[in-house]
């Protein structure tokens, strides 16, 4: 016997995918934020290296190492997310981070090497990087979390909180150490 459809519906439950998820315009949302910052993230891979390499800081390199990581971390994360909803996982290119990677090429350019100064404005340009990284990973889980897309929620939340965990990183660098050196130099 033939199962209904509702019936295949129920019995795939268990993992969301494209096929029974509902078509919302929410979800069309979802997915088109979704690759977008699948994007960012994937553009990161060239941006952190770049200002690890400008950096003369120790300490910031070091932050700037270890967000590599996280951020190669994350990029598993949204593929499983692809995965689950049954799609390919696709990077959208966001003129946001094109944007910011310009101003961060243009500290670099605009401040001597190995300098206080120059530390300080690959701060501001990676800050500005992981505010727009908790901005879409904070609303993605929440969109999640309306769309009822618990496994993604949970994904998404680790990524916001190690973007945020980053961001304080970066904060205390700065007061602690960073501005105080530029200030005299």
Partial sequence: MEKTIDQQKSDSQDIPDS??????HLRGLFMDELKELYGAEKHQL????LLKKAASSQKLQNVLASHLDDT??????LEAVFQKMGVEA???TSEAILGITREAENVIAGTQRETATRDAGIIVATQKLEHYEITSYGSLAQHART???DDFEEALETSLMEEKDADDLLT???EN???DEAKGE
């Fill in 147 to 149: 769309l009822e897309f």
């Fill in 72 to 77: 190669r971390e994350q990029i598993r994360r």
């Fill in 172 to 174: 205390a660098l700065a």
């Fill in 46 to 49: 060239h941006v952190l290296p």
């Fill in 19 to 24: 096929q029974n998820m509902p078509d919302s």
């Fill in 90 to 92: 696709e990077a959208r």
């Fill in 177 to 179: 150490y960073i501005n």
